[in-house]
């Protein structure tokens, strides 16, 4: 089914003319730093990486360090100590239940967060100046007070110390996955969602081919931070969990409190670091990997 | 097939609509037939309800009264995606993370037909809209233009009863708005859908649509063909909205109208009483009067006596002077001073008149028309 219009030519040197750069673009010489600004510009961000970096060099060393005495620079025996002694002292488990419980965390607080989100960024809440400043609440109020009330009243009401810790730790996590997806939503626009209902889609099917892929990387972000709240909580898990969840940031804190296990304490330091580093760079390559990128 | 034996493939029927108890309410019930086949165009000013009328339609937008049928069939309470209706917006809302390919193959993959079937017919709609070659591209590499054809497509691959378009192409430059109406115009003839588009335009509204539909303040005007629209408005309000620059206040006795430019006859029964003579600057030329020609003069020393004068002795003339002049492209619109009134007009061709010049004016009786006072 072919019809004759008029040719597109004109159209197709205008979408190239747009593909070329042009004054003002992003990127172009009045944005881009010269000479003695783009000197500072690098020396700056090497300052940067580098006071980002040089904590874990320490970290690195001391992990792989069976023996080393001051005053000597660098280890005088390496080997697997460490690790050895990380792995008996309950380090895997310990692993493993923080993986876990970040990723329940993960997977209450994004959806919750995003739901709230969306209804407060279109204006549906009464009330929603209150409400956003109520879910703010948990990161408002200090972390010690609020635990110990909360404890006593989970203990109250029979609830099961992880289920407890979980419960506590999703809510502080949905403020910041609610103000993440917020940001989200205000750039989300629902005309895309308005379209693909008048080309024929279900409100469930808009949700799944066209709503969640379009905010996948905000969900990623958001999920990201919820994880990290998870993953580094001491003392949510310390009081609400009472000792029957034993997560990384415990056993870090109750080796880093002895003396002579620094490359024990090094090689969960080192393994509480890098799965956040890891999914940070999966998110990153995620949106790399984005269809409707433009490259 | 006469208009009475046809279903109209959009029917309105007291449709309103308030966004809030406070705002004054977006649409107070309209009427509106649209008959299939036929594009119509939805004008009039910001917040007049244009784009409101689309979205009920659509079933984007919940009307709080009246009823909404497509093809006889109420869908008042239908869901969009059961309207079998499909919407251009003015932002093409190409889907970023899917290929054009996959964005026209999108409503044939709701509908559950498989993967490949859906993508062998958007090829096909891609190349009506001559997008053919770029069926493997992302949405974000074209251009306005090439966006905006492909969500024509998008929109046509869903074999939609009624096409509904909302400003679509209010963001691209001339030049690729005369390319899209010609790519209207052959998709029309290709498929002849069902259109009611809303539009800005004036130029648009005509170069697209065989009727035009008026509206302001959420109040349906008028709908009429083209042509009546703009050269028989049906009220003063509607001769404003389209750009009508001459509107004379009067009285109508014996088919002539008597106002501060004279007495001009008016073809047609016109009745009789106080009247508004209007007709379009576009359809009234100025020329070189010489000065020895006579004085300035709200009338001509012989009027036209009645209706059918008009037609016999053809254009009625005005003389006055020209007060202001501005070039519009290749016309130039006059203001002419006849006695106390101003006349818009264009200036003849080969007539290049400026402030001062002493002109004549011509009246052509079928630009004449009278509305309510």
């Known amino acids: ?295 | 097939m006469t208009t009475e034996l046809m279903t109209s493939a959009i029917t309105l029927t007291s449709v309103t609509k308030s966004y809030s108890t406070t705002a004054p309410a977006a649409l107070h019930g309209v009427n509106l037939d649209i008959l299939p086949g036929t594009s119509t165009a939805i004008v009039g000013p910001s917040g007049s309800g244009k784009s409101t009328i689309l979205r009920i339609i659509a079933g984007l937008e919940d009307a709080n009264g009246g009823r909404v049928r497509l093809s006889g069939r109420d869908v008042t309470a239908l869901l969009p995606e059961q309207r079998g209706i499909s919407m251009v917006f003015q932002r093409p809302l190409l889907f970023p993370h899917l290929t054009v390919l996959d964005n026209v193959a999108f409503a044939d993959r709701a509908a559950g037909v498989s993967r490949a079937q859906a993508r062998k017919q958007a090829r096909e709609h891609l190349e009506m809209v001559q997008m053919g070659t770029f069926a493997s591209r992302s949405p974000q590499s074209l251009s306005g233009g090439q966006q905006q054809r492909v969500a024509v497509a998008r929109a046509l691959a869903a074999k939609p009863s009624v096409l509904l378009l909302d400003e679509p192409f209010s963001a691209l430059d001339p030049g690729l708005k005369d390319e899209m109406h010609a790519m209207i115009a052959s998709i029309r003839a290709a498929v002849n859908p069902t259109i009611l588009f809303v539009t800005h335009d004036r130029d648009e509204a005509s170069a697209m649509a065989e009727r035009i539909v008026v509206l302001e303040n959420g109040q349906l005007l008028q709908h009429d063909t083209v042509d009546h629209v703009f050269h028989q408005p049906a009220s003063l309000a509607v001769a404003r909205l389209l750009g009508g620059k001459n509107a004379f206040a009067g009285v109508i006795d014996n088919g002539v109208h008597h106002s501060a430019i004279g007495a001009v006859a008016i073809d047609g029964d016109v009745g009789s009483g106080r009247a508004t003579l209007v007709f379009r600057h576009e359809a009234v030329t100025s020329t070189l009067r010489h000065a020895t020609s006579g004085a300035d003069a709200a009338a001509l020393a012989t009027p036209h006596a009645d209706a059918a004068a008009c037609q016999r002795l053809g254009p009625r003339e005005l003389r006055g002077t020209v007060t202001a002049a501005v070039q519009r492209g290749p016309r130039r619109e006059l203001v002419v001073r006849v006695g106390d009134a101003d006349v818009h007009t264009e200036a003849a061709p080969g007539n290049l008149l400026s402030v001062g010049d002493p002109v004549t004016v011509s009246l052509p009786c079928e630009a004449l028309w009278t509305v309510p006072a």
């Open chain 1, 1 to 295: 089914m072919t019809v004759t219009t008029t040719s597109v030519d004109l159209d197709t040197a205008r979408s190239n003319q747009q593909q070329r750069r042009m004054p003002g673009d992003h990127g172009r010489p009045l944005t881009q730093s010269r000479g003695l600004a783009r000197a500072l510009r690098i020396l700056s961000t090497a300052l940067i990486a580098l006071w980002f970096a040089l904590p874990f060099l320490p970290l690195v060393l001391w992990s792989f360090a069976d023996q080393w005495m001051h005053p000597a620079a660098f280890p005088m025996e390496t080997g697997t100590d460490g690790l050895t002694a990380a792995i008996a002292n309950g380090g895997g488990r310990a692993f493993l239940h923080s993986l876990a419980l970040s990723l329940v965390v993960a997977a209450i607080a994004t959806p919750l967060g995003a739901m709230a989100a969306r209804a407060l960024s279109r204006g549906q809440v009464r009330f929603g100046k209150a409400i956003t400043v109520l879910l703010f609440s948990p990161v408002m109020l200090p972390p010690f007070a609020a635990v110990l009330g909360l404890n006593v009243l989970l203990l109250r009401a029979w609830v099961p110390p992880v289920v407890g810790v979980v419960l506590v730790l999703v809510a502080v996590a949905i403020p910041y996955t609610t103000f993440s997806m917020r940001a989200a939503y205000a750039a989300y626009d629902d005309g895309f969602d308005e379209a693909a209902r008048t080309l024929g889609a279900s409100s469930r099917l808009t949700l799944w081919r066209i709503h969640l892929p379009l905010i996948a990387p905000a969900l990623a972000r958001s999920a990201f931070l919820a994880f990290l709240v998870g993953w580094s909580d001491y003392l949510i898990t310390l009081v609400v969990g009472g000792g029957h969840l034993v997560t990384l940031p415990l056993i870090i804190a109750s080796s880093a409190s002895g003396v002579g296990n620094e490359s024990s304490v090094a090689v969960l330091s080192l393994s509480a670091v890098i799965p956040p580093l890891i999914l940070l760079g999966l998110i990153a390559r995620s949106r790399n990997l984005d269809p409707g990128r433009q490259r």
